[in-house]
């Protein structure tokens, strides 16, 4: 199991910054990718940001969110913080971590299980 604790979030005018951190404990070994995920009421979960958890550290980020949000992460301690930089109201939504674990199955084939955090709420004011 793993467990992901987040901080971070709150309520800031629009143009202003927030800083999301995530800690993932327990059964980290083999965790190949960490990042954020935010959702709205009554809409999809979708991809904010993810970056990898070896020393490519590579990234991702939704279009939306390009050029004002940054990833980071630290590979060995499987940590991951996301500053995010002029706050638009659209990016008022529920913040969540999650880490993507590689798994064997009972026939031996590898697939990635995903563990989440509980959730952090973030809301950016007009």
């Known amino acids: 199991q793993v467990q992901l604790v987040e901080s971070g979030g709150g309520l800031v005018q629009a143009g202003g910054s927030l800083r999301l951190s995530c800690a993932a404990s327990?059964?980290?070994?083999?965790?190949?990718?960490m990042g954020w995920y935010r959702q709205d009421p009554g809409k999809q979960r979708e991809l904010v940001a993810t970056?990898?958890?070896?020393?490519?550290?590579?990234?991702k980020y939704a279009d939306s969110v390009k050029g004002r949000f940054t990833i980071s992460g630290d590979s060995a301690k499987k940590t991951v913080t996301l500053q995010m930089n002029s706050l638009k109201p659209e990016d008022t939504a529920v913040y969540y971590c999650?880490?993507?674990?590689?798994?064997?199955?009972?026939?031996?084939?590898?697939?990635?299980?995903?563990?989440w955090g509980q959730g952090t709420q973030v809301t950016v004011s007009s």
């Open positions: 999650n880490a993507k674990k590689t798994m064997v199955g009972t026939q031996g084939e590898w697939y990635d299980y995903d563990y």
């Open positions: 970056i990898t958890s070896d020393s490519d550290s590579i990234t």
């Open positions: 327990g059964s980290i070994f083999r965790i190949n990718t």
